[in-house]
């Protein structure tokens, strides 16, 4: 009976050893598979933030072409003291030169004085020869060190004299512009026609515009029908993102884009066109006077290929003219810009993709 019994009690110890043993591997296994799913939902995530990141990057691209009208009206407009030059006269800064180097020391050389019985024992005389020479090497530091002072200040002279001549430069430099802005000022309130050009220049000059627009214009300015004309031109249809979003595709482990419909990037093309045109003539009407500017006409071409000919073109996308009166009485911040150019009486040719239109161009 006591066999019987050691044998069971030794069955239920390997039945409980085992029991515990692929208790733990269950455990092990399930501790696998978590971290696992942890892992793939990490990657999920970070491919999700990814799209998420590169659909934001799209988005702020659409929202600075939306923007390239209405960002520029509460800016001040340009004015010929914006043009003036200030020259930068920074104070002079000796640097290490401007620091006077301390002579020596006679105590940094003296020799210590013998003291006590040393006086007694012959050691005033070896004091005194000690003196002596301590004396020499102090009068060489002090040679050496007017020296380097005189040097300090040499190049000091040099440096201050460096600096004025500079200060001097920047000063008829900026009195030179500023003569020159001065006489085109004078010669664009009597509506001298080079000048209200130059000036118009400048206007368009100081725009910012978003990055990777072209930056090319011609202005000329009629001065009996107080116009000025202006030939811009305007970035090509693929400055309109051809993507719409991205998005993570889990099944193939993918990011991929989601494009936007053709006709969506038209839309937008023609609204940023649009918008160009309206800028332009706001930022000249808002920084010229009446009597000087009573109208701005605006051409907009794009430089492209003629695909029949492979030759460079320069088809006109759209052309508008507006009278100050009629575009004062605008609300810009609220306009629709194509809504708005047709009002003005824009005028487009039929075929607006650019590619389209130098075919056109070319073919007629």
Known sequence: MARSGNASDWQHRLAAQRQEAEQLAAERRQQVRDREKARQQELLESQQRT??????????QIKSLEEVLTSVLPLPPMSFDRLMATPRTPAFDP?????????????????????????????????????????????????EHKQQEEQREQALAVARAKYHKKVTEARAEAAARNAYVTSRQSA????????????????????????????EYQVTYDRPARNVTVEFELPAQHVVPPVRSYR????????????????EISQRYDR??????????HEIFSATAPEVVRAVSFT?????????????????????????????????AEVEPVACLARLGAVKPAAAEPAAAARDAAAG
């Not at 799209?51 to 702020?60: D, F, N, P």
């Not at 993570?248 to 006709?263: G, L, W």
């Not at 940023?272 to 003539?281: D, E, F, K, Y």
């Open 188 to 215: 664009f309130t009597t509506g001298e026609a080079e000048s209200v050009a130059w000036f118009a220049r400048c206007v368009l000059r100081a725009s910012r515009y978003p990055d990777g627009f072209p930056r």
């Open 272 to 281: 940023l066109i649009s918008a160009i045109a309206l800028r332009t003539l």
């Open 95 to 143: 640097g290490p030169l401007g620091v006077a180097v301390p002579g020596p020391d006679w105590s940094d050389f003296a020799p210590a004085k013998p003291a006590g019985l040393l006086r007694f024992l012959g050691r005033t005389a070896r004091f005194k020869r000690q003196t002596a020479q301590a004396r020499g090497r102090f009068e060489v530091a002090k040679t």
């Open 51 to 60: 799209a998420e990141e590169q659909t934001a990057a799209v988005q702020e």
């Open 300 to 332: 907009g071409y794009v430089s492209t290929t003629d695909q029949a000919t492979g030759k460079p073109v320069r088809p006109h996308l759209l052309a508008v003219s507006a009278e100050r009166p009629a575009f004062e009485d605008l609300v810009l």
């Open 248 to 263: 993570y595709v889990k099944a193939r482990d993918v990011t991929e884009p989601v494009s936007r419909p053709e006709h």
